[in-house]
């Protein structure tokens, strides 16, 4: 963003413009007043909230979608956040979905100081389309990218090596890939590091993880997807206390909705339990839970549902597009 531009609006206004641009209201963004937007520091900010599958999603006919198709809500992207290090001058994405194109535009507005179209590295937790196939607009039928790191599991690394179209992301260097291993810090910075988790998912492909970052003086756990809280071999309870933000899989808020399916086969802990095993812990520690990667069925996606004020009332919060987290 040139010089003059920062001369002529306020950093508010400029963020104002900004998600205005991609569809957005800046009313969305954890910002209280222009003294939080000032470029400093390491920030987390939310690029999408939806399941794989986006909303509206496809052939659904219910009222979740049916008026989405002719009137889509631009806020609704798919699961992904982003990291800006403006001290440093770099940005990263985590889940490459997608709505990268939009996305990838978002990160640049918010960190307002990159030229380039790719961030300095994308972290993919597994190989489920919403968190992946995105790359795809990094090969030659798009962007053309040149050597962009992406950070993958042992698993995962291989099958992008191994399999088209990826493997050709690979061998025309479109993409560099970068190994990563489970409970072992990545240091993006002298005050800000990522570490892989394991969870249990279904794991077709590649493993699933989840992601701890640590930032200067705060940390973020983020977790879209796992199939319960109760089969994973640490205590979600535990790993809460251990940080500042919790971004956790909220896929469907209860078995109602999902009752033409077979759970068994999309496995994930409803909103419901998850709250049910969030209810003894502290407020103080219900504030740090963000729920995220919301199916198109689910009633969180109405900030006016019965859902949506019961997880407020839990002192818990629903992820927000354009939202702002300070590390």
């Known amino acids: 963003m040139p010089n003059k531009y920062l001369k002529r609006h306020s950093l508010l206004e400029i963020v104002k413009i900004a998600v205005t641009v991609i569809g957005l209201s800046a009313c969305h963004c954890t910002v209280e007043n222009e003294k939080n937007l000032i470029p400093e520091g390491i920030r987390i900010v939310v690029l999408g909230t939806i399941q794989d599958g986006g909303s509206p999603h496809i052939g659904c006919n219910k009222d979740c979608c049916k008026n989405l198709f002719t009137n889509p809500d631009q806020q609704r992207k798919v699961v992904c956040l982003g990291l800006i290090d403006y001290q440093n001058k770099k940005t990263w994405l985590i889940e490459a979905t997608p709505d990268i194109s939009a996305q990838l535009k978002m990160l640049k507005q918010f960190s307002n100081f990159k030229e380039a179209a790719t961030p300095d590295g994308i972290f993919i937790s597994h190989a489920h389309i919403g968190h992946y196939t995105g790359l795809m607009y990094l090969g030659k039928e798009a962007l053309g990218a040149q050597n962009s790191p ?55 492909y590649s493993e699933t993880v989840g992601f701890i970052i640590n930032g200067p003086t705060k940390s973020a756990l983020f977790i879209p997807d796992i199939n319960k809280w109760a089969i994973w071999g640490k205590s979600i309870t535990d790993e809460i206390s251990k940080v500042d933000y919790a971004f956790l899989d909220a896929t469907f808020y209860d078995g109602i909705e999902i009752n033409s399916r077979n759970i068994s086969e999309i496995p994930h802990p409803f909103v419901v339990e998850s709250l049910k095993l969030f209810a003894p812990l502290s407020l103080k520690e219900r504030n740090k839970i963000h729920f995220i990667h919301f199916n198109h069925t689910n009633p969180l996606l109405n900030p006016l549902s019965k859902a949506s004020k019961q997880v407020e009332k839990m002192g818990t919060h629903r992820a927000k597009i ?6």
């Open 150 to 204: 992406v950070f993958a599991m042992p698993r995962l690394k291989t099958y992008f090596e191994t399999n088209g179209p990826w493997s050709q992301l690979v061998a025309q260097n479109n993409i560099s890939l970068v190994g990563l291993k489970s409970d072992s810090s990545i240091a993006l910075s002298k005050t800000l590091s990522i570490t892989p988790i394991l969870v249990p998912h279904r794991d077709e």
């Open 322 to 327: 354009g939202e702002i987290f300070e590390l």
